[in-house]
C-alpha cells in the first residue's frame, strides 16, 4: 500500500470570454486542493504515467524552445534586435491600514515590461579590442552590415592572447582551435530595460499594441542617440526578434501575429532588409530577467508603501495611491545618479535612464 496525493479541482468564479476582453474575470478560475488516496503501488504506478505523459511533452518543447533560443543568441548579427516582452505583470496598491470599506476596493495597476538586446556594432568591427577569458566570439565573422559568412562558427575565449597575438578559443561542440585576434568579431552585448505603468486592468490586444508602437518610437530614438553605430544603415530598426510568453488570457495571439505584419509598413523595409519575427514560449518558467525586473518594481513600490505606513511619517515620500503617483515615484528611484550611489557597494553603477 501506498499513499498519493492527487489535485481536486473546483470552479471558484466565472465569467464570458469575449473576442478582445480578457480581464481578471474573463475565464473560470480553479483552486487546487491536494486529496490524499489509499492506494497499490500498480495504482499509483498507472496514475504517474497518465500524469507524466503531458509533463514529458512540456519538457521537449521547453527544450526545443531553450534550443532555439541559445542558436539565436550565438547566430545574431549586430542591426538584429531581441524584444523579451513580458506585458502581464499586475500588482496592487495597499495601503496595509484600511477602514472595513476599504478593503472591497483596490487600485491595480499593469506593468508592461520588455528587454531590448542587440551586438554592439563598435565591438565587433574592432580587431584590437581586449577579449577577456570567457568573452564569446564570432571566428572567422564578417564586418558588421556585410553578406554572412556561411563558414563563421561562434566560440568562447579560453585564454588570453599569445606574444603573437593568437587565442584559445573553444567551440559549440567543446573541441578547441587557435586563432588570431583580427579572425574574431567580439559578441558584446548591450541590453535596456523599456517599462512603462498604466491603469488599464485588461491585457488585450489593443493594449499591447499601443506599448508597442509607443515603445519601439522611444527606443529607437534612444538607441540612436546613444548607440548611433548599432541601429543599421537604414538609420531604423528594420531586423526585430520578439518573445513571449503567449499568455491567452492577456492577448489575443490572432491579433498579435496580424499586428506583425504591419511592422513592414511601419519601418519601410522590403524582402531581406526587413525581418519580424515572432516566437511564444515557456524557456524562461517565468525566471527571465523580464519577470525579474517586474518583480522587482513591485517589490519596490510595495515596500515604499510599507515604510511609510508603518511609520505613520511622510519623512519617507508620500503614498503611493494610483498608477500616476507610482510612475512619477519609478522615475525618481531609477534616477542615474541615486542609482549609482544607491549600489556603489555592489559594484553596479552602469545603471542609465534615457
Same mark, same amino acid.
Given at each position: 500500500m501506498c499513499l498519493k496525493q492527487r489535485p481536486a479541482f473546483g470552479v471558484m468564479r466565472g465569467g464570458g470570454a469575449g473576442n478582445d476582453a480578457y480581464g481578471s474575470g474573463s475565464r473560470p478560475s480553479r483552486q487546487v486542493v491536494l486529496e490524499t488516496v489509499k492506494c497499490t503501488v500498480v495504482d499509483y504506478l498507472d496514475a504517474f504515467e497518465d500524469a507524466i505523459t503531458n509533463h514529458i511533452a512540456h519538457k521537449v518543447l521547453r527544450s526545443a524552445c531553450i534550443r532555439s533560443d541559445r542558436d539565436l543568441k550565438r547566430n545574431r548579427r549586430p542591426g538584429d534586435f531581441e524584444r523579451n516582452i513580458d506585458f502581464a505583470e499586475n500588482g496592487n496598491?495597499? +495601503? @496595509? *491600514? !484600511? /477602514?472595513?470599506?476599504? @478593503?472591497? %476596493?483596490?487600485? %491595480? @495597476?499593469s506593468l508592461p515590461v520588455s528587454v531590448w538586446s542587440w551586438l554592439s556594432t563598435e565591438e565587433w568591427n574592432s580587431e584590437t579590442s581586449e577579449l577577456p577569458v570567457g568573452s564569446e566570439v564570432t571566428v572567422n565573422g564578417e564586418k558588421a552590415h556585410q553578406t554572412i559568412n556561411q563558414d563563421a562558427f561562434w566560440a568562447r575565449v579560453e585564454s588570453l592572447p599569445d606574444a603573437d597575438g593568437y587565442i584559445l578559443v573553444v567551440r559549440q561542440d567543446q573541441t578547441t582551435s587557435t586563432h588570431h585576434r583580427r579572425e574574431l568579431r567580439h559578441r558584446k552585448r548591450i541590453s535596456l530595460v523599456y517599462g512603462g505603468v498604466s491603469e488599464d486592468k485588461c491585457h488585450y490586444r489593443h493594449? !499591447? !499594441?499601443? =506599448?508597442?508602437?509607443?515603445?519601439?518610437?522611444?527606443m529607437e530614438k534612444v538607441i540612436k542617440e546613444n548607440f548611433p553605430g548599432d541601429v543599421g544603415p537604414e538609420g531604423k530598426i528594420t531586423k526585430e526578434y520578439q518573445h513571449s510568453d503567449n499568455a491567452t488570457q492577456h492577448f489575443k495571439s490572432t491579433g498579435a501575429i496580424e499586428f506583425l505584419t504591419d511592422q513592414f509598413v511601419r *519601418?519601410?523595409? *522590403?524582402?531581406?532588409?526587413?525581418? =519580424? %519575427? +515572432?516566437?511564444?514560449?515557456c524557456r524562461g518558467h517565468g525566471k527571465g530577467e523580464w519577470d525579474g525586473i517586474g518583480g522587482a518594481i513591485k517589490g519596490v513600490v510595495t515596500a515604499h508603501n510599507r515604510r511609510i505606513m508603518v511609520r505613520l511619517s511622510s519623512?519617507?515620500?508620500?503614498? /503611493? !495611491?494610483?498608477?500616476?503617483?507610482? @510612475? +512619477?515615484?519609478?522615475?525618481?528611484?531609477?534616477?542615474?545618479?541615486?542609482?549609482r550611489r544607491a549600489n556603489k557597494k555592489t559594484g553596479v553603477s552602469q545603471g542609465r535612464r534615457y
Open positions: 496598491l495597499n +495601503k @496595509y *491600514r !484600511q /477602514i472595513q470599506s476599504e @478593503y472591497w %476596493t483596490s487600485t %491595480t @495597476y493594449h !499591447q !499594441q499601443e =506599448f508597442t508602437l509607443l515603445e519601439e518610437k522611444v *519601418r519601410g523595409g *522590403r524582402g531581406s532588409s526587413c525581418c =519580424f %519575427t +515572432k516566437a511564444v514560449g519623512d519617507v515620500g508620500a503614498l /503611493i !495611491q494610483s498608477p500616476l503617483d507610482e @510612475y +512619477k515615484y519609478l522615475r525618481h528611484h531609477y534616477d542615474p545618479d541615486r542609482w
